[in-house]
């Protein structure tokens, strides 16, 4: 039974170990945010389709880890829930900028259903049940439109001036924002985008790590071994 039993321990400690953990979270968040400088007089508009194009910043997303967006959201002028269902599409990605949803691959679609709660960051949200990964360096399209009616959202400037953006990238975010589109073609407002659809994102480590937790026991177990059969 001796012979068996320290063996048998061992054996369930190093299986445990094997299990890997969970690819550690590098970052997360919303890609951007309201800019709480803009001046929202008079610069609330609507259309059928919105949103606009941005791109992955390949220096900020570490070598070997990956971005997906796990979320979609639709930005609430009126602090409201959404009173109709609103799609949001992702297209790309693209190694050129400017291209169209159009000509562009469809990646995902989610809806962000009538009445679904505004966050505090003033955004409804839908998470992905599928994660999409993106590639560093690409650009990628996000477009919104109302099941019925219009969409409302924020115009991407005060007065045509770069620097009062309605949407801003939010603190540590690897996604810059590039041009509106206020269509599949129709682009507008280089260096910004309409304040309507969002993206929420991860970084992703590529090498999971076993944790603490996991490795003393490991050790203390190897260790309770080994001390029992050097008394036996």
């Known amino acids: 039974m001796k012979n068996s039993f320290i063996p048998a321990i061992l054996g369930g400690l190093l299986t445990v170990a094997a299990i890997p953990a969970l690819a550690q979270d590098q970052g997360s968040g919303d890609a951007w945010i309201f ?26 997303v570490p070598s070997g880890d990956t971005l997906e967006v796990t979320g979609l959201g639709w930005y609430s002028v009126s602090g409201s829930a959404p009173s109709v269902n609103i799609n949001i599409s992702l297209w790309g990605g693209s190694a050129t900028h400017g291209f169209t949803s159009s000509s562009g691959n469809l990646l995902t679609t989610a809806t962000v259903n009538s009445g679904t709660a505004v966050s505090s960051d003033g955004f409804a949200w839908v998470t992905l ?15 919104e439109s109302a099941e019925s009616g219009n969409v409302t959202y924020l115009q991407p400037y005060d007065n045509g001036s770069s620097g009062h953006a309605s949407a801003i990238p939010s603190v540590g975010s690897p996604i810059t924002l590039y041009e509106g ?6 682009f507008a407002y280089s260096g910004s985008e309409y304040l309507g659809p969002d993206v929420q994102y991860e970084i992703e480590g590529p090498n999971p790590v076993p944790e603490p937790g996991t490795m003393a026991l490991v050790a203390g177990g190897v260790a309770i071994g ?3 059969r050097r008394r036996r």
């Not at 800019?35 to 900020?60: I, K, R, W």
């Open 181 to 186: 589109m206020y269509s599949v073609s129709g």
């Open 129 to 143: 049940s599928t994660p999409i990964a993106l590639t560093a360096g690409d650009y990628y399209n996000l477009l």
């Open 35 to 60: 800019n709480p400088s803009y001046n929202t007089t008079g610069n609330s508009a609507s259309y059928a389709q919105v949103g606009g194009e941005f791109q992955v910043v390949a220096a900020d």
């Open 226 to 228: 080994l001390g029992l």
